[in-house]
């Protein structure tokens, strides 16, 4: 019996992270946010909707070719609420992503969205990595008008295989999908994560994680 209310409040408990795992659905036509409006709310407060333009739906550049010259090689340039008002509480967003020849979009994952990407120029190496403990790496390459989704939170990357800049367009299903980039939050934490805890996680001397910690 005691087994059987165990069940039921996990299948329960699932239910409900599963609602809240995704942004809730709006309540109007549209809420384009108002960044000077102190509310805070989950997402950002509505402009009144008689001072709203056309300008708050639109956003014009992802033409424009992303500068790569930087140690990754990458660049992604965000469409998210915060260059695009009328995003917001729409569960939705997108980027551009310009890849140097054998540039790398650096693993990293979105807390709060999944991503679907297409290759526009070029051929990509993408991969994620499944939760533990299997740590399954599905990769693959992709040529121009492939498609590969990255499920939400996953551990996940990107590397041009070629000698030409490559771009990439990339929807993701949160206004706001939040990046978190393993090595920058890991090793450019402010202030520092001990260097004795990033040696036994990582299994490395001390003076590997103090290497990697002056380099982020
Ligand atoms: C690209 O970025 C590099 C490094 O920050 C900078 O030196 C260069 O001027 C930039 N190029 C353009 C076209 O903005």
Known sequence: MAKHILLYGLVALSF?????????????????????NSARVNGLACKNPMSVSVDDFSFSGLHLPGNTSNPVGSRVTPVTVAQ?????TLGISMVRIDYAPWGINPPHTHP??????TVLEGSLQVGFVTSNPDNSHITKVLQKGDVFVFPVGLVHYQRNVGNVNAVAIAALSSQNPGVITIANAVFGSKPD??????????????????QLQAKF
């Open 193 to 210: 994560i001990a260097n004795d805890i990033l040696a036994k996680a990582f299994q490395v001397d001390k003076s590997i994680v103090d």
């Open 84 to 88: 695009l008002p009328g995003l917001n």
């Open 16 to 36: 409900c992270c599963f609602v809240f795992a995704f942004e809730p659905s709006p309540l109007q036509d549209f809420c384009v946010a108002d960044p000077a």
């Open 112 to 117: 709060r969205a999944t991503e679907i990407l």
